[in-house]
């Protein structure tokens, strides 16, 4: 998720933990930084664009290696506020909004590998998108009630219940997302087409409209279905994978990673001679978040250059407008497509 969310549900869970025991603004603003820890390996350049995105959400996510940290950030902050005796409470809010953070992001379709260093298998449900409004919006009431109501009482259980509201909308989108891929393979099936291998994201800003993608050898294919549209079939529209150009390059180090890293949702194409890989899960035809230029075709002792990325980003009006009209159940097709 965006590292707004994630401070605030940091900031959320430490007041929560927390509770009467300290000022509630110093657990917001304790666990608002907890929460924001593990995003900072943004901050490293590992010299190449694909390595950079497949090195995101590494370590840094790391159940253990977050639950490990968590012991002396809370005996720093415990004596910054002359709280030893409250080492252990600290621990457990700082802990939890560490933690915290790798779980949120593992409900987006991006990766997180949150079982390193034993594995570098990137995880993701795939059942929120990365800004999500309905999400976040209670975690901030829920902060600002701490921050700002003078009844503790009151501004805990304001927060208590934000915390409650926000966790049923994750649950809430897994639930929509069963139910969206029950429906995307149905349709499939009365259409000829494969489902074995199927993406079922969320569209921007909601759960109420979702993207499908089905792999099928050269093409894919990509759908949209809104809540709204009750149980109308979906309708989906082929294109090029570049399945041949990839198996003619499947030893390049570059498209190796990138297929792994997306498991198999990607596309390749031959740009002037040039390879160009893109990942299928974030974006929506044709505009891509990470689409990347890997040079030519490598040759027998050839070293792979550095990759230059090459994103597209949609027109956000155009895009918003869309969305809005797919949200009432209007079949209208995606900006840029045919």
Known sequence: MDSVTQVLLGASIGVAVMGRRTALWKSALWGGVAGLLPDLDVLLDHGDPILNMIRHRAETHALLLLTLFAFPMAWVVSRIHNQARLYGRWWWALWLALVTH???DLMTIYGTQVFQPFTDEAYGLGSMFIIDPAYSLPLLVGVVAACRVQNVGRALRINAWALTLSTAYLAWSALAQWGVTQHARQSLQEQGLPSQQLLVTPAPLSTWVWRVVAIDGERFHEGFYALMDGGRAMRFVAHDRGGALAEQNAGHPQLQRLARFTDGFYKVADANGRLVITDLR??????????????????????HPVAQQQSRRMDVGAGLTWLGQRMLGRDVPPPGGP
């Open 102 to 104: 790798p779980l949120l």
């Open 282 to 303: 974030m974006g929506q035809e044709p505009a891509y978040v990470f689409s990347f230029d890997i040079g030519a075709p490598l040759q027998a002792g050839q070293t």
